[in-house]
């Protein structure tokens, strides 16, 4: 009695319950089966691929990053150099100059001194 009570009861319940007995069924169908570990396995080749396209993509981005860090650290290098160039032949530039006018002051001391000097002997040889 109590098993054909538990029967009744599974029955009325699977009665009520068609999708999850079809469900049930269904998972236990050798097609369904195949079909499942199929899709596993192509779920699990799809990640391999995308685990693969990632590292490569990775890999693409570390070389060009590493290619424009030597190539920033060349320009920088580079403009260091021409600004240092710039720096020296703005001095050279400003020396010139400084060194022009201490040459002219320099001309026209020994030029005044040379015109005195020139009054002088002028004079002494007026005083003779």
């Given at each position: 009695?109590?098993f054909?009570?538990?029967c009744?009861?599974?029955?009325?319940e699977?009665a009520?319950?068609?999708?999850?007995?079809?469900?049930i069924?269904?998972?236990?169908?050798?097609?369904f089966?195949?079909?499942?570990?199929?899709?596993?396995?192509?779920?699990?080749?799809?990640?391999?691929e995308?685990e693969?396209?990632?590292?490569?993509?990775?890999?693409?981005?570390?070389?060009?990053?590493?290619?424009?860090?030597?190539?920033?650290?060349?320009?920088?290098?580079?403009?260091?150099?021409v600004?240092?160039?710039?720096?020296?032949?703005?001095?050279?530039?400003?020396?010139?100059?400084?060194?022009?006018?201490?040459?002219?002051?320099h001309?026209?001391?020994?030029?005044?001194?040379?015109?005195?000097?020139?009054?002088?002997r002028?004079?002494?040889?007026?005083?003779?």
């Amino acid at each position: 009695r109590v098993f054909l009570a538990l029967c009744l009861g599974a029955w009325a319940e699977a009665a009520s319950r068609t999708q999850a007995v079809f469900e049930i069924l269904l998972s236990f169908s050798l097609r369904f089966l195949c079909r499942r570990l199929f899709e596993l396995w192509w779920q699990r080749v799809g990640e391999q691929e995308h685990e693969r396209r990632t590292r490569l993509l990775q890999a693409e981005a570390d070389r060009e990053f590493e290619q424009h860090d030597v190539e920033m650290s060349r320009l920088q290098r580079k403009y260091l150099e021409v600004n240092e160039r710039h720096s020296i032949q703005t001095l050279r530039v400003s020396l010139a100059r400084t060194n022009s006018s201490m040459a002219s002051l320099h001309l026209t001391a020994w030029a005044r001194f040379a015109e005195q000097e020139k009054g002088r002997r002028t004079a002494a040889a007026r005083a003779r």
